[in-house]
């Protein structure tokens, strides 16, 4: 059984910040997410994505930026548990009790929950059966493993398209295949991926893999029924995820839809259980990391005066020291 004074569910760009911050204040720190590194959607999703939105970075890749924040957070060392989920919750006296899905628990003095959208699985593409891990991906976390790849990207959202950018410069070929003739992506990248060798092919789907063991071709066809069959070392299905809270959904906190209901202090309607980030909701909520990242320090100075009443509310600015 850990003991902490802060136990954070979700070690995204606001889980990886209130981390820091609670360390800042001088708490005890223990970060839980289900996935196997820290990052969440940021790492699962688009680590080399160019992030615009983080003030004081006029671009800044996603990796970079979950770099950055661990480093931030080191000096204080948390206690990361990652790839396992947070199962149960309860109270031992005042204090939330967590159970794990490995068997361990966790004490903490209070709880604060960035568990962005949940938990995530992505979309399947039909026609990938029997190929995912053999050429079948629907996350690209390192793009030069990649390089020299004949790539089909299947969708037509941002995630394609994002992805269709950052590997034009590597692969060999990429071609974009989206079953309609309208993509939902933002226009200004889909403008520069068009500018691009990229082979853009509408109104189409991938029907078949081809390969012995490993994809090496797709198979696609129009809305006319006319076929043709394109190499593929890889295929990247972005055809987006389905996001749900998990066991979250049972503790009794109090929900709109799949957010958490907090305050102005981020408090749930749960005791000592704060939210922040994209799964917190509030009248004008706008989801943003910059966002989160206030969030997450109100949390965490909140939290704090849960966990010992006789603690300032505001700690001082960090360039005066701690």
Known sequence: MLEVDVAIIGAGPSGLFAAYYAGFRGLTVAV???????????????????ILDVAGFPTIKGRDLVANLVAQAAPFAPHYLLGVRAEDLSYR??????????????????????????GFTPRPLPAADGYVGAGVVYFVPRLDDLADHH????????????????????ARSVTVVHRRDRFRAHQTTVDRVQALSVRILVNAQVTALHGDGRVTAAEIADNQGSTQRVPADTVVAALGFTADLGPLAGWG??????????GSTMATNLPRVFAAGDIAEYPGKVRLIATGFGEAATAVNNAAVAVDPAAHLFPGHSSEGS
């Not at 995630?159 to 269709?164: I, L, Q, V």
């Not at 906190?253 to 907090?262: F, G, P, T, W």
């Open 151 to 170: 790539v089909v990207i299947v969708g037509g959202g941002d995630s394609a398209f994002d992805w269709a950018l950052a590997l034009h410069p590597v």
């Open 32 to 50: 839980i997410d289900t996935l196997p590194e820290p990052g969440g959607q940021i790492t699962a999703l688009y680590p080399e994505k160019d």
């Open 253 to 262: 906190l109090e929900l709109d839809r799949r957010h958490i209901v907090v």
């Open 93 to 118: 006296g005042p204090s939330p009790l967590l159970r794990l899905a490995d068997g361990n628990q966790v004490v903490a003095g209070a709880v604060i929950i960035t568990g962005g959208l949940g």
